[in-house]
């Protein structure tokens, strides 16, 4: 198997955690006898420091003909006075946007190490496993930039929904929960937003052909604290870009860190951008100290949805449980009795335990 990978490294940790994912699917590579060739390109403020933009031609080029991307994370302080239409984030919002990627994937799910790293009580999440499925190309993330500020007395986003994005991003949603414990929550604020009226409506509908899926419909506000007070009541959560974006950070603290949470922003076919779901970390950047693990297991993702190797992935996830369990981790988490080490160390570990993974199987 031969397969073409783009590395978006990006900014801050995004660098630390993609180079550490390299380490481990390299090792993937040897000892299944594949060929992973890597292209890294840049993008969000390294590419601006390069080409001025935060995306460039060459860096879509790229990503438009490989089999797969992963990326880690763009922005930091150095950009953030950079009108929006060129800050780094922007470079993040075109790459999902031009390579079609509406569905991104969020799952949530405890390692049994971690149970006791969430300052939540271990009894309200052990059994809590839920995937957040994320519209990701509309919303109010691409309101129109002229649209947005006319002078210093006013300012608008916009929220613009067609009916057919809010279809397909509710239709994955349904074949996922399908797939899963067959219970899906549609998050909204229908009691406000004539947008989220229309979703609830497609929700619906679209219930109907999936009587074997329970659906419960509820308001951003209340599933904000539902994920917190009783996060093993939901199964498959669907929901616009923002509110996507809001609880997922939300409900990595079920995990123990932010650091933990892999993403896949995927299409129609087997192409997909992997990516954690935390930023640059400007305030850890560079100290050798970043968690790799929502990286790496966003890899193990691109290696089940992209590649089909279900396998592989699974070793990668069982190297990363085995090397939690051992007691290793890096800062941010807080597992009683463990250790705490460095990014590279820990790397080296789980490079260890997917050697051993291997001989296993
Ligand atoms: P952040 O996710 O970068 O960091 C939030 C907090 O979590 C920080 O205290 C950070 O140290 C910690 N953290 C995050 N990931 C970690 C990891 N892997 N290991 C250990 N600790 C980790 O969010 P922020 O501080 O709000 O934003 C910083 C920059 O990142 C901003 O420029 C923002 O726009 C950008 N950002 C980018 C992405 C992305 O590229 N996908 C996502 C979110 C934020
Ligand atoms: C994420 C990030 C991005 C988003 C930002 C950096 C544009 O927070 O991937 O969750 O809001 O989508
Ligand atoms: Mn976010």
């Known amino acids: 198997m031969k397969k073409r990978i783009v590395l978006l490294p990006g900014d801050g940790i995004g660098r630390e955690v993609i180079y550490s994912t390299k380490v481990i699917l390299n090792v993937i590579a040897k000892r299944f006898h594949y060929t992973f060739e890597f292209i890294e390109m840049p993008i969000g403020g390294e590419a601006i420091d390069q080409y001025n933009i935060p995306l460039p031609e060459v860096t879509l080029e790229a990503c438009q003909t490989a089999d797969a991307v992963l990326l880690g994370a763009v922005g930091g302080p150095k950009w953030d006075s950079l009108p929006a239409p060129i800050r780094p984030e922007k470079g993040l919002l075109e790459i999902r946007k031009k390579l079609g990627l509406f569905a991104n994937l969020r799952p949530v799910k405890s390692f049994s190490a971690l149970l006791h790293a969430s300052p939540l009580k271990e009894k309200f999440i052990k059994d809590s496993d839920l995937l957040i499925v994320r519209e990701l190309t509309g919303g109010l993330y691409f309101g129109k930039p002229s649209e947005r500020r006319n002078n210093d007395k006013a300012v608008v986003d916009t929220l613009y929904y067609e009916r057919y994005e809010m279809e397909r991003i509710v239709e994955k949603a349904f074949q996922f929960a399908r797939s899963r414990k067959k219970h899906l929550t549609s998050v909204d604020k229908a009691n406000v937003l004539e947008s989220s ?126 090397t939690l369990l051992d007691g290793y981790h890096t800062p941010d988490l807080h597992i009683e009795n463990g250790r705490i080490v460095s990014t590279d160390e820990l790397v080296a570990r789980i490079a260890d335990k997917v050697e051993e993974e291997v001989l296993q199987n």
């Not at 219930?207 to 509820?218: F, G, I, N």
């Not at 604290?225 to 997922?248: C, W, Y």
């Not at 922003?265 to 929502?294: C, M």
């Open 197 to 322: 009226k229309m979703w609830r409506e497609i929700v619906k509908e679209k219930s109907k052909a999936y009587p074997d899926v329970t659906v419960e419909h509820m308001y951003v506000d209340a599933a904000s604290m539902k994920l917190i007070t009783n996060p093993s009541s939901f199964d498959v959560i669907v929901t616009e870009n923002m509110f996507g974006d809001i609880l997922s950070d939300e409900a990595s603290v079920l995990t123990g860190s932010l650091g933990m949470l892999p993403s896949a922003s995927i299409r129609s076919d087997s192409f997909g951008l992997y990516e954690p779901v935390h930023g640059s970390a400007p305030d850890i950047a560079g100290k050798g100290i970043a968690n790799p693990l929502g990286m790496i297991l966003s890899a193990a993702l691109m290696l089940r949805f992209s590649f089909g190797l279900e396998m592989e992935a699974t070793i990668i996830e069982k190297a990363v449980n085995h």
